[in-house]
C-alpha cells in the first residue's frame, strides 16, 4: 500500500470533566488527528501528546513539526506491505513515539479496511468485548471523589482507578474503603513519590489495591525494583516502560508485576503487541491504558485490549466518560456489565464524523 498523502487536523474538545494528575489539570484537550490517504483506503490515527510536556516530553506542537519534518518524508511515496515496514522505516527517528504511533496507526486503518478485515482480528485479538474501568482524576475533596465514583460504580464501571499525590492517597483511600467497601480498586501516582516516602506507600500498600501504577520516577526501573521487595501490592509501570528495551530491562530486573500498555507512549501498535507477547512470555499480564482519546484513538485501544494477556480491566472507558458528543458513530458505550463491544466492522470499525472534525477544527496541514 502507497501512502499517497497525509493530513494533520488540530481540534480542540472540551472534556466532561477536568482531569487531574500529579502532573497537572486538563479541561480542553488539543487533539492532533492523521488523517492518511493511501492508493487504497483512507485511514485516521490519533496522536496523544498533549498540550504540554508533563506526562512526556512530547507535546501536539512537537508532534506536529516531526510529522511534517521528518517522519512524513520517511513514509510518503513509498509503498508498504504491512505495518511492520512502516514502523521499521520510522525508526530511523529516535523517541516522538506518540507521532508515530498517529501514523502508525491512520495506516493499520487503511491497511486493515483494504485487507476487509476487523482491526482486532488483524492484530489477534481473542475477544469481543473488553473489561473496562474508569480512571478518577484528582477532585477538589474527599465527598466530590465519592460521589463521582459513585456515579461510575452506577453506571456499570466495575473498576475504578484513582490518582493519587503526596496528601491525596492514605487518606482517600481509607473514605473510599469505608464507603465503597472490597470494590476492585488501584492507584496511579504519575511518578509523584520517591523512595523517601516509603513510609506513606507501605500504609497505601495496606488498602488490598489491584496495584500500585507508576509510584516512582518516570524513566525509573532500578528503583522501583527496590519499591517491589518492600509491598504486597503489585506494581505496574505506566511512564517507565517507553519500548521493548525497556520492558527487557523492568522484567529482568523484577521491577514491575504488571505492565500499562498505551500505544502512544510506547511507539506504536507494533510495539504495543510486541511488549504484550514479551510479557506473556515472562508470565507478566497487561492491560491497556488510555490517554483521554477520541473515539478513534479509543477504537486501536479495544482492539489491543482483545489480546489473549490482556489481563486486566483497562482504562478504556465509554465516550461518554470523556465527552458529550464522540468524533465516531456509534460511540464506544458501557454494556451492564462493565464491557465495551469490540468493533467488527473492517479496520477501525466505527465511522469518523468528518463534520463534526471540521467545526473543531483550529488548524489543517496538508503534507504530500
Ligand atoms: O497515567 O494513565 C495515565 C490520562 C492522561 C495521562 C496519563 C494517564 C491518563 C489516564 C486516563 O489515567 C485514562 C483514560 O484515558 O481513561
Ligand atoms: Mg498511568
Redesign the pocket.
Known sequence: MIVKKIELLLISKKLKHP?K?SFGTTYNRKILLVKMFTDGEVGWGECVAGEGPW?SYETYETAMLVIRKYLSKLILGKNFDNLGELSLVMDRVRGHNMAKTALEEAFLDAYTKQLNVPLYKHLGGVRNKIKSGV?VGIQKDIPSLINLISSYLDEGYKRI?IKIEPGWDVNVLKSIREEFGDIPLQV?A?AAYTLKDINTLKQIDNFNLLMIE?PLHYNDLYEHSLLRRELKTPICL?ESIKDIYCAEAAIALKSVDII?IKPGRVGGIVSAKAIHDLAEKNGIGVWI?????TGIGRSFLVALASLPNVKYPN?V?ASSRYWDEDIVEPEFVLNKDGTIDVPSGPGIGVNVLEDKIEKLTLKKIEIS
Open positions: 482531569f494528575t506526562y480512571s482507578k496511579d504519575n507508576q505506566d500499562n491504558g488510555g490517554m483521554l482519546e482504562d472507558s
